[in-house]
């Protein structure tokens, strides 16, 4: 268990860093910095200053370990455009994309672990065609008109929630929802299959031949062997979620981290852009690591993996 | 001996497929019951409609099914629940896959007992571990925090076998517990299910296809052909003097002491079991009958052919040794 995660951990370092390699080549292929950074009136002169002032005259590979070495203790430079240290914008704006990804994936899970276990036990009826259809209709659908239809029902028509901001918890109710959308098919068709498959299998026939409870034998069961794909996938959705509600963030103007991100490829804002793709993909990177552990959790097969 | 289990005119269905075909046989207390026949005969079905665990899209009927005087086709889900695991266990032929992966062996032995018998989990651990060395595990304490992943085929089986003992049930059913296991592993959990026969004085209904297991642990044969039971005997009777054409074939297939000559190739029987559909009327056999003629289209008497001895077959009881086919 203890090598299993240190060799997740070694590989998750690995990923990082490549990450950082990437997000830092990528933003210095889109242009010459200096020159964007000065603005469209500068003078060569001025971009010469410019680029003295902020080390862009260095060698690639100087900048690239200078920023390499600030970034390992926190500091990820200060932002051209909002004259704000980097750390403190992703400090300001993570809490509501982590919020936003949190309150995403527990209404996914609540919709459809039971939408998923309903089905695998209603295969082949009504109930269960009903639920794939939903999941179908809830694919095609796209996330900005699902906000746009929510906004105009539940924010102008009923009135009942805010259509935009974050000042309250209920300012996090209509995004969730739409977030949870982009998850919500995947998860309800994996915890259909796995229930399925588990339900037909010989160790629920022992379970049922033990004489247990409809309940022990469903929740308990079978429910923990197909939740298994079921965990790997919600953790890859949640920093999905977390990375890409970069249109729900805009709809519902939140200002989160991705955002943030959209913002700042969009003013060529690089140190922000490498530092918030880095934050992602770490994000990301524990997530996967946290699947593994819940996974080794659940399933005693990969423990001594 | 009184009778435990009596099933009379068990009818199973799987949408139009008959599988189980008016099959009748009488499980005696302290005895070892076995069906035999080959796969596809629906000896697996009528054990797992006797427990009510048939898949899905399995439909039951019986005239009579009665376990220790109460009427098993009375019972909801609720009180046959009740019945399995605790009065009544069984065990399967996957051993491999018959155990939940996810949970320790000591998890899914104790919940038969606190389901059952309530209890604290520590006193169902404790007669666990009791009934693991009973089944001939060492270091039970060891296995209990085990999964199943970490035991061979042969463990698992004497760990289901255990798991089936936690209530001390009446009648253990056991379908096909030795196939899956090697010959080595095969003796000893026989010799296992014989000991607990005699010790515990459980009643046991073995399901096999194997004549040799038959003839070791049988006190009373049934033997199946196309859902129904085709001639029931005392086992040394049986082999004895078998009546039904089926069974002399069956029995031609394996190798006997003294019957078979050197120099002739053993029987086989030519065919498969027909799958049989509604309104068949007649022997299910016929097809593959050397003895076959126009009246075996039509009902099938049974004939008695000793006291507890009967069979389906047009044929007057004969008591000519059985010729190799």
Sequence with gaps: ?305 | MSTLLEIEGLEVTFGRTAAVRGASFRVERGETHCLVGESGCGKSVSALAVMSLLARGGQRSAKKMSFAGTDLTSLSDREMARIRGNRMAMIFQEPMTSLNPAFTIGSQMAEVMTRHKGGSRAAALDRAAELMARVGITAPGMRLGQFPHQLSGGLRQRVMIAMALMCDPELLIADEPTTALDVTVQAQILRLLAGLKRELGLSILLITHDLGIVARVADHVSVMYAGEVVERAPTAELFRAPQHPYTRGLLSCVPVPGRVQRDRPLGSIPGVVPAIGAGFAGCAFRSRCGHADETCTRAIPRRQAGDAHDYLCRLEPDWAEPQPA
């Design chain 1, 1 to 305: 268990m203890l090598r299993l995660i240190a060799r997740r951990l070694a590989l998750g370092v690995l990923v990082a860093l490549t990450v950082m390699t990437l997000a830092f080549l990528l933003t210095r292929l889109s242009g010459d910095l200096a020159v964007s950074i000065a603005g469209p009136s500068a003078t060569q002169a001025d971009v010469e200053i410019v680029r003295k002032a902020y080390g862009l005259d260095r060698p690639l590979y100087v900048q690239f370990f200078a920023w390499v070495g600030r970034a390992m203790v926190g500091d990820f430079g200060q932002s051209y455009f909002f004259k704000d240290s980097v750390a403190n914008l992703i400090q300001k704006r993570l809490p509501i994309t982590l919020t936003l990804g949190l309150v995403g994936l527990s209404l996914a899970l609540m919709i459809s672990l039971p939408l998923g276990i309903l089905a695998a036990l209603r295969e082949n009826t009504w109930i269960d065609r009903s639920v794939t259809m939903f999941t179908m209709v809830g694919q095609a659908i796209p996330s900005f008109w699902l906000a746009l239809i929510l906004m105009i029902v539940l924010g102008l028509q009923l009135g009942v929630l805010p259509i935009s901001g974050t000042g309250t918890w209920q300012h996090f109710v209509m995004p969730g929802i739409v977030l949870a959308f982009t998850a919500i098919p995947a998860l309800t068709r994996l915890t259909r299959s796995g229930m399925i498959e588990a339900m037909a299998s010989d160790y629920i026939r022992t379970a049922r031949a033990k004489g247990l409870s409809r309940a022990r034998i469903i929740f308990k069961h079978a429910l923990r062997n197909a939740a298994i794909p079921v965990v790997s996938i919600a953790a890859v959705q949640l920093g999905f979620m977390l990375g890409g509600s970069i249109v729900i963030e805009t709809v519902f103007a939140l200002h989160g981290v991705g955002y943030l991100g959209w913002e700042s490829i969009a003013k060529n804002d690089f140190p922000v852009v490498q530092a918030v793709v880095l934050v992602l993909a770490v994000f990301y990177i524990g997530l996967t690591l946290l699947a593994d552990i819940l996974n080794a959790l659940l399933d005693p097969r990969l423990r001594t993996g």
